[in-house]
Structures are given as C-alpha cells and as structure tokens.
C-alpha cells in the first residue's frame, strides 16, 4: 500500500491529482490523506484527515509514503523507518504562504530513505525508486548517528 | 555510576517535536528517563504509560504560558532529574528554566523543521539552557548553537 499524505493544514491537489493518475499503474491500493483540497480522486481511497492513531497504523502498513515536504511527515516516515517521496509545495501556486519547503527538499535530499520529485514529472520514476528497498533505516544516517552519540555524552556530562 | 541511575526529563510538545524526541528514545531508554509532552495520548501510543501532561501554549499567551512554567516547575520539583532535554516547543523551554533552578543539566535540540533560523526559544536556550543545538549546520555558530548531527 501506498499513503499520500498532505498534511492537515493545506490542500495539495497537485500533488493528489498527479497520485490519482498514477494509481491505477501502481501495484496495491493508494490511500491518500487530502486535507482541505477541491479535487477529487477516483482511482485512489481519499480521505480529508485521518485521526493520529489511524495515521500511524496507515503509515506502519504502507511500504512507501508519497507527501509534500512537511518536516512532521518526514519525521513521523523515519520513526517507522519507511521510504518516503516528498514533493515541495510552492508559493508562486498559491500551496503555500512560501517557499520554505523548497528549502526543506534542497537539505533532506539523499538522506536515506528520503527521495524528492521536484514536480509531478519526476513522481512516477521517484516512487520506482522508493518501492526497490532501499535501506531506509535512519540509523543508518550519519547525522543521526552522531546525534544519539552526542545526546548520550551530554546525558553522561562527558565531552561530545 | 551505572547509566540507568542517571534520571532524565524529557519534555517535547504533541506533533513533529514529539515525533524528534521519539527517534531519539532509543538513546534515552539507556538512562531513567521520564516524558513530559502536551498529548499524553500520543504518548501512551509509543508505550510510554507514566508521561507527565504539560499545558500547551506559545509566546501569544501569557496565561497559559504562566500556567505552563508552574506546571513544568511542578513537574521538575517530583521527578527531581539530572538532565533536561527539550526538542521544543515553549512547553519543553518551560521544563528546562525549570531544570536550571534545580540545578539540572539542560540541552534545547531545536527542531530539524528551522532550517533556516533557530526558534525563538532556541534562541533564547543559547543563553539560558546550557547547551543549545541545532540541527543544521549552517546555523551553527562558535558560541552557539552547535551542529552535533540531526534526528533524520
């Protein structure tokens, strides 16, 4: 399965539009979370929100996540260790107030796990890629590697 | 001194800096680490039975963030910790001016979602958490924050 997400906030319809025209090419059921948009998808299960619990039983089951470039998303698909595809919402198409989530796909791009399609064009081979397993386990990531060490050092009033 | 003796607040508000605070369990479980969070729903979901409920507020409301800093005092004043870590947002600063007045060892993680400023609390942990880290860095700076890696 996979789960399109957008946030609780803000409709995304391009991002639901291009998921919808892609689902019926995919292997297994599209859920997707639509927020506050107008478009409305026939070949994918919409659904405007989705209470925490059931969010997070969705996001254990699915074996991709395809979301605009919300950190909370992002976070929540490394917590569960799952690959996710993020496309930027952008401030000249009225997405969003502006365009921090350009700045947010810039820096999270090639972190493992994490894969960005800069538009809908690039959705199709990005999703291609998320779905051949690739290591998306985050302690994997250097950063965070370093992060945990560093925490445990200062927990233990050592030098990080 | 065995890890676990050391006793550990960890304070974090419902959504994304709960959900940081979550990816850095792993490490924290090494210790006797107690949770503060504003949805102790969201907590007993992770498993976590005994998390102590934070009022949530933010810089817009003086009350409720008065509220908060009693409540996060009250919190500290029981658990008594060592150390407290916050990845944000005001409640979690709340619990660390709290720690300080108990003589507890304090470090702000601010969000990985600023990537291009440190929030207003974590600028204001620059000075008043012992430490203060980013998760950016770029951001970081010789006298604060400091870059020591990112939660993704």
Redesign the interface.
Known sequence: MILVTVGMQLGFDRLIAAMDALAPELEGPVIAQTGKGTYRPRHMEAREKLAPAEFETLVERASLIVAHAGIGTVVTAARHAKPIVLMPRRASLGEHRNDHQLATVRKLAGRPGILVAKDESELRARIAEGLTGHDCSRLASPTAVQLHAALAAFIENRQP | MG?KA?R?LAAASG??HW??L???R???A??ETFYATTEP??AE?HGIAAVAPLPDCNQNQPLRSALCALVAMGIVLRLRPR?V?STGAAPGFFCILAGRLIGA?T?W?D???N??ELSMCGRLSRRLAH?C?T??EHLAASNGPHY?????
């Open positions: 890890k050391i550990v959504g994304g959900e940081q979550m990816l850095l792993p490490t924290l090494n210790y729903g969201v979901q150390v870590i060892r470090l993680i969000s990985v979602a990537g291009e430490q880290w998760q950016w020591h890696g990112a939660v993704l």
